[in-house]
């Protein structure tokens, strides 16, 4: 076995070609884009690189992008300003969905070092390690690999996203992304559970399975329940989750996995309108009655199920009547919020050929009422739980004592827990709703250890 001398030891860490570089990083958009950024970031961290706020001066500058609406798209460019502004002869790197919808006018900015589209994204750090070794590279000349990313490190995040699968075959006539992150493809399920495996290693007690269109997993004759089980049956004390979800493509099984009390009770299920007239000129893959089958079938085996949702207003062709439609629904559904989106017309979608597109002032009005319903419904949602406790796993603590995570039902608390720790569950009974930091909460209190029997039965309701 090699003895390792402080001197030998500080040869290794001078030869991580990071050793001496900064490196900042900026994301916007998805949980999936998140967890890329926070994976690269391991990368770089484990390359010797010293991760740097995006305000501070950098050597490698690294914005993942996203190009969903006008609006990111906008965003993503001030982002981009910023960092060759900020940090003149960086290497600049844009990556991310909008990297992958504007490459060619990307490329011709002077001001970015490399576009890096999102197949060759988890490849990064490679590129940049060669840049600083002074070779010629393009990112045309790294490999394409959507799974190639090491499982991040604990201090980036409480929770860490598990990315099963890429891509989208549905084609929603509104959506872009199928042309910016491509075709559906699964990760091979062994693959997954190894990486499980490291992630839990590495400290983290609550995973959240990602992609794009995760319903949609298939590999061999591996099916996204499978992948849901058998990292349920892994054994040690932590919480699966599952991230946003398409209301089709996942099967009859997949109901009958949140008996399992690792299985978070939480589902982000899109609806996107209330009007089968609409559904069908979105091109969804399911009618409103099938929608409320749906929501019926996880109630029946978890009676408080939370859903939340993305709707859009302002679809072309939504009328008033398709408009009441989705408040209806919305009311009837009770989701706990909703993420509304105006549509935003997006180049190379078949919307954006679409007759009566709706003006943007009926769309903020639209906008604003689905909103004061979403948080109507919020508050009357939150407030059934109060008397019920959660399971709380603490994200942060601030410097009064109180700490503030999320239930297994997703919704978010905070409680006083001088003496604890982060990344620990405790069961916490709600007290009252309240709203702190502009966020709605449940205000509780750390109930004394009770029997883990007697608390099993109570989460189960
Ligand atoms: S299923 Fe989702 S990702 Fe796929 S095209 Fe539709 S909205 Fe886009």
């Known amino acids: 076995m090699e003895i390792i001398t402080n001197n030998k030891l500080h040869q290794k860490i001078s030869m991580l070609p990071g050793t001496g570089r900064r490196v900042a990083f900026k994301t916007l958009g998805c949980r999936l884009n998140q967890y890329e950024t926070d994976a690269l970031a391991t990368q770089f961290d484990q390359a010797g690189y010293q991760i740097v706020d995006f305000n501070d001066q950098a050597d490698v500058v690294v914005v993942n992008t996203c190009t969903v609406t006008n609006k990111s798209d906008q965003k993503s460019r001030n982002l981009i300003n910023q960092a060759a502004r900020n940090n003149k002869g960086a290497v600049v790197v844009v990556t991310g969905c909008m990297a992958n919808n504007h490459k060619e006018q ?59 699968q890429d891509g989208c075959d549905n084609y929603c006539t509104f959506c872009i992304i199928p042309t910016v992150r491509g075709r559906a493809v699964s990760r091979p399920l062994p693959q997954i559970v190894e990486y499980v495996r490291q992630t839990l290693d590495n400290g983290f007690k609550e995973l959240v399975i990602t992609g794009v269109n995760i319903g949609r997993y298939h590999w061999k004759d591996k099916r996204f329940e499978d992948v849901v089980e058998a990292i349920l049956e892994i054994p040690g004390d932590f919480r699966v989750r599952i991230s946003s979800l398409e209301p089709d493509g996942f099967g009859d099984r997949f109901y009958d996995l949140f008996k399992h009390p690792k299985l978070a009770p939480h589902l982000h299920l899109c609806l996107q309108s209330g009007s089968d007239k609409v559904l069908l000129r979105m091109r969804r893959m399911y009618s409103l009655k099938q929608f409320a089958d749906i929501l019926e079938r ?13 709707m859009i207003v302002g679809f072309p062709g939504e009328t008033d009547a398709d408009f009441r439609a989705s408040l209806e629904a919305v009311q009837r559904f009770q989701f706990s919020h909703v993420h509304t989106f105006k549509y935003s017309v997006r180049q190379g979608t078949r919307a954006e050929r679409m007759e009566n597109q709706v003006p943007e002032k009926l769309k903020a009005e639209r906008s604003a009422i689905l909103r004061e319903l979403s948080e109507k419904n919020q508050m009357k949602i939150y407030s059934s739980f109060i008397g019920k406790t959660q399971r709380v796993l603490i994200e942060k603590i601030d410097r009064n004592g109180f700490a503030t995570g999320y239930g297994e039902h997703y919704i978010p608390f905070r409680f006083y827990a001088r003496q604890l720790e982060k990344n620990t569950f405790h069961n916490v009974r709600a007290v009252r709703t309240e709203v702190f930091d502009e966020k709605v909460r449940l205000f509780g209190q750390i109930v004394q250890t009770r029997s883990s029997k007697e608390f099993k039965l109570d989460r189960l309701q």
Do not use: C, M, Q, W
Request: charged residues 30%.
């Open 106 to 164: 990307l490329e011709s900015e002077k001001k970015i070092t490399y576009v890096v589209e999102n197949n060759r994204k988890g490849n990064i750090r490679e590129l940049v390690d060669a840049h600083l070794r002074g070779e010629i590279v393009h990112p045309s000349g790294i490999a394409g690999d959507v799974f190639h990313y090491s499982s991040v490190d604990k201090s980036l995040h409480t929770r860490s996203a598990i990315k099963i």
């Open 298 to 310: 996880f109630r029946s085996i978890r009676p408080n199920f939370n859903f939340t949702t993305d």
